[in-house]
């Protein structure tokens, strides 16, 4: 579904390229994890998936077609096929949550029909079935992010893209997310997520690709979230040297 | 659905953006009103050229008793004179230019004198004797004035030879030098209404930035993102230049049909239907301007 082949990007001259050379293959209907620490290149990694960046070198595949040979006119197709979350969720305030699902067929010209019958069974898959008339702000964080999730693949795209959605909720929220995030899995799209949050991809078991200075060092199948990571996760080591995590980590070894 | 979609778009857009969107309309008035004002003087200019044209004549003006001329010096014209003066005239050499002429004696130069200035204290204070009898002269050919000029200024009993026309020609330079001042006047100001326009589309861009965003997202089309920012700068536009019509189409009306012509009895105006020409060149000219300014301010500021 995505393949990554010998790509590097680089935003400046000079600097260290944001990813150096990375070659990755996700299947249709896999669910990977993608970790590391800040400036390891999970974005760059996203977005180049988009086309909202160009690769400096190598080529990116996406459902089978190399994105750098799809006409700028043509790159919204190419979007229709991918659905994206974020970390501080990209609700429009003004419109409820029925409107903010709605808009992301409007905007493609789905008609009215298709709308009113869709958009309610996208909120059931999420979970938030009867509340179509609230507004984003009378939502939790939890439920705010069910709403953009819903947005994402309100149009079944083959590809969700998931950069932090959880970054920003607290960990039994974000464990319902996860849920909803691995139903539209289990439903065939393929998952990509960016993510920080080592409980979760401990508690997932899926694929771990691990970024580090924008070189896969890690790539395992039904992996945990090792704490290979510098700085953030250096800290979070010592923390928990006498604890579970490194059990959890030496487990992992065997 | 989609169109109603874009519709709701331009709509909300310009609620949001209603005092910059007011603004835009203002300036484009104005400019397209000076734009059309040029327009309209320049139209003013032919329709009284092709009126005055056809009516100018040369006047040989024959010498009087208060005559200070050259020609003149042997006291007013004679009979003699005034014969041999018409003789000329029709002869081969000089009627090949011309096409009639008539003879306006001291008499029936009093009597025009005083319809065309019927209004005025001027009247009382000019007796019969002090006209000049004249040849009124109709040219074939208006710009051969001089070859008369030249035939009969220096002929005996004739005081002077003068060309309506240049009078005219005065008028009209002046009409043009006007009808210049205000298209420059509106080059500056659609300047503004372009700059304008584009720092409203800017800021209209940016304070929708979040829907674009999610537009670009979910893969909507250029189309769909951009031509709600075009269509609300060329409708502000468009109101602007439909308000200058108007302003335009008010002027002539009350003003020039009403007030100058009857002051100015033998001025041909233009008549307000014909400003309905220059209103829908302004309209095309403010939805033009405004199109393009909008589509390249948002190539640089609203990515897609």
Same mark, same amino acid.
């Given at each position: 579904?995505?393949?990554?082949?010998?790509?590097?990007?680089?935003?400046?001259?000079?600097?260290?390229?944001?990813?150096?050379?990375?070659?990755?293959?996700?299947?249709?209907?896999?669910? $990977?994890?993608?970790?590391?620490?800040?400036?390891?290149?999970?974005? $760059?990694?996203?977005?180049?998936?988009?086309?909202?960046?160009?690769?400096?070198?190598?080529?990116?595949?996406?459902?089978?077609?190399?994105?750098?040979?799809?006409?700028?006119?043509?790159?919204?197709?190419?979007?229709?096929?991918?659905?994206?979350?974020?970390?501080?969720?990209?609700?429009?305030?003004?419109?409820?949550?029925?409107?903010?699902?709605?808009?992301?067929?409007?905007?493609?010209?789905?008609?009215?029909?298709?709308?009113?019958?869709?958009?309610?069974?996208?909120?059931?898959?999420?979970?938030?079935?009867?509340?179509?008339?609230?507004?984003?702000?009378?939502?939790?964080?939890?439920?705010?992010?069910?709403?953009?999730?819903?947005?994402?693949?309100?149009?079944?795209?083959?590809?969700?893209?998931?950069?932090?959605?959880?970054?920003?909720?607290?960990?039994? $929220?974000?464990?319902?997310?996860?849920?909803?995030?691995?139903?539209?899995?289990?439903?065939?799209?393929?998952?990509?997520?960016? $993510?920080?949050?080592?409980?979760?991809?401990?508690?997932?078991?899926?694929?771990?690709?691990?970024?580090?200075?924008?070189?896969?060092?890690?790539?395992?199948?039904?992996?945990?979230?090792?704490?290979?990571?510098?700085?953030?996760?250096?800290?979070?080591?010592?923390?928990?040297?006498?604890?579970?995590?490194?059990?959890?980590?030496?487990?992992?070894?065997? | 659905?989609?169109?109603?979609?874009?519709?709701?778009?331009?709509?909300?857009?310009?609620?949001?953006?209603?005092?910059?969107?007011?603004?835009?309309?203002?300036?484009?008035?104005?400019?397209?009103?000076?734009?059309?004002?040029?327009?309209?003087?320049?139209?003013?200019?032919?329709?009284?050229?092709?009126?005055?044209?056809?009516?100018?004549?040369?006047?040989?003006?024959?010498?009087?008793?208060?005559?200070?001329?050259?020609?003149?010096?042997?006291?007013?014209?004679?009979?003699?004179?005034?014969?041999?003066?018409?003789?000329?005239?029709?002869?081969?050499?000089?009627?090949?230019?011309?096409?009639?002429?008539?003879?306006?004696?001291?008499?029936?130069?009093?009597?025009?004198?005083?319809?065309?200035?019927?209004?005025?204290?001027?009247?009382?204070?000019?007796?019969?004797?002090?006209?000049?009898?004249?040849?009124?002269?109709?040219?074939?050919?208006?710009?051969?004035?001089?070859?008369?000029?030249?035939?009969?200024?220096?002929?005996?009993?004739?005081?002077?030879?003068?060309?309506?026309?240049?009078?005219?020609?005065?008028?009209?330079?002046?009409?043009?030098?006007?009808?210049?001042?205000?298209?420059?006047?509106?080059?500056?100001?659609?300047?503004?209404?372009?700059?304008?326009?584009?720092?409203?589309?800017?800021?209209?861009?940016?304070?929708?930035?979040?829907?674009?965003?999610?537009?670009?997202?979910?893969?909507?089309?250029?189309?769909?993102?951009?031509?709600?920012?075009?269509?609300?700068?060329?409708?502000?536009?468009?109101?602007?230049?439909?308000?200058?019509?108007?302003?335009?189409?008010?002027?002539?009306?009350?003003?020039?049909?009403?007030?100058?012509?009857?002051?100015?009895?033998?001025?041909?105006?233009?008549?307000?239907?014909?400003?309905?020409?220059?209103?829908?060149?302004?309209?095309?000219?403010?939805?033009?301007?405004?199109?393009?300014?909008?589509?390249?301010?948002?190539?640089?500021?609203?990515?897609?």
């Amino acid at each position: 579904m995505i393949r990554f082949e010998n790509v590097t990007k680089v935003y400046e001259q000079n600097a260290r390229p944001a990813l150096d050379s990375v070659s990755l293959e996700i299947n249709r209907g896999e669910f $990977t994890f993608l970790v590391g620490a800040s400036g390891s290149g999970k974005s $760059t990694f996203l977005r180049l998936i988009l086309k909202e960046d160009k690769a400096s070198s190598g080529s990116v595949y996406v459902a089978g077609q190399n994105v750098a040979n799809i006409s700028s006119w043509r790159v919204p197709k190419l979007r229709r096929g991918i659905g994206v979350v974020f970390q501080d969720f990209r609700l429009l305030p003004q419109k409820n949550v029925f409107a903010n699902v709605a808009f992301a067929m409007q905007v493609i010209g789905k008609s009215r029909s298709i709308i009113r019958e869709t958009v309610p069974e996208v909120l059931k898959t999420v979970g938030l079935e009867g509340k179509e008339r609230r507004m984003p702000h009378e939502l939790s964080g939890g439920e705010q992010q069910r709403v953009a999730i819903a947005r994402a693949v309100v149009n079944r795209p083959g590809i969700l893209l998931a950069d932090e959605p959880t970054g920003n909720l607290d960990p039994i $929220t974000s464990m319902g997310i996860m849920g909803v995030l691995d139903k539209i899995n289990q439903n065939g799209t393929t998952v990509v997520m960016a $993510t920080h949050d080592d409980d979760i991809v401990n508690e997932m078991r899926r694929r771990v690709v691990e970024l580090k200075n924008g070189k896969v060092i890690r790539d395992e199948a039904k992996a945990l979230y090792t704490s290979m990571i510098p700085v953030v996760g250096e800290s979070r080591r010592l923390r928990d040297a006498s604890g579970e995590e490194l059990n959890r980590a030496q487990g992992a070894q065997l | 659905m989609r169109l109603l979609f874009i519709l709701g778009e331009i709509g909300s857009g310009l609620r949001r953006n209603l005092s910059m969107v007011i603004s835009v309309v203002l300036v484009t008035f104005v400019s397209l009103t000076f734009v059309g004002a040029a327009g309209m003087l320049q139209m003013q200019i032919n329709q009284m050229k092709g009126y005055w044209y056809d009516k100018v004549q040369v006047a040989v003006f024959l010498c009087n008793d208060g005559s200070t001329a050259v020609g003149c010096a042997s006291g007013p014209a004679t009979k003699e004179q005034q014969e041999n003066l018409q003789a000329m005239l029709e002869s081969p050499a000089v009627k090949q230019y011309i096409n009639d002429f008539q003879f306006e004696s001291q008499a029936e130069a009093y009597t025009h004198f005083k319809e065309q200035f019927s209004n005025s204290p001027i009247v009382d204070s000019v007796s019969e004797d002090q006209l000049p009898a004249s040849f009124r002269i109709n040219m074939k050919n208006p710009e051969k004035y001089q070859i008369i000029s030249e035939t009969f200024s220096s002929q005996p009993g004739v005081e002077t030879v003068s060309d309506q026309r240049q009078v005219l020609e005065r008028i009209f330079s002046w009409m043009n030098g006007a009808s210049v001042a205000a298209m420059g006047v509106a080059v500056v100001m659609i300047f503004c209404a372009v700059l304008l326009i584009t720092t409203t589309i800017r800021l209209s861009a940016f304070s929708r930035r979040r829907e674009t965003g999610i537009m670009r997202l979910v893969g909507a089309s250029k189309t769909v993102i951009q031509l709600p920012f075009i269509l609300e700068g060329v409708i502000a536009a468009v109101v602007g230049a439909v308000l200058a019509s108007v302003t335009l189409w008010l002027m002539a009306h009350f003003w020039l049909n009403g007030e100058l012509s009857t002051q100015f009895l033998n001025t041909p105006f233009i008549s307000s239907a014909q400003v309905l020409v220059i209103a829908p060149v302004l309209i095309a000219l403010g939805a033009g301007l405004a199109g393009i300014s909008s589509l390249l301010t948002l190539r640089r500021y609203l990515k897609v």
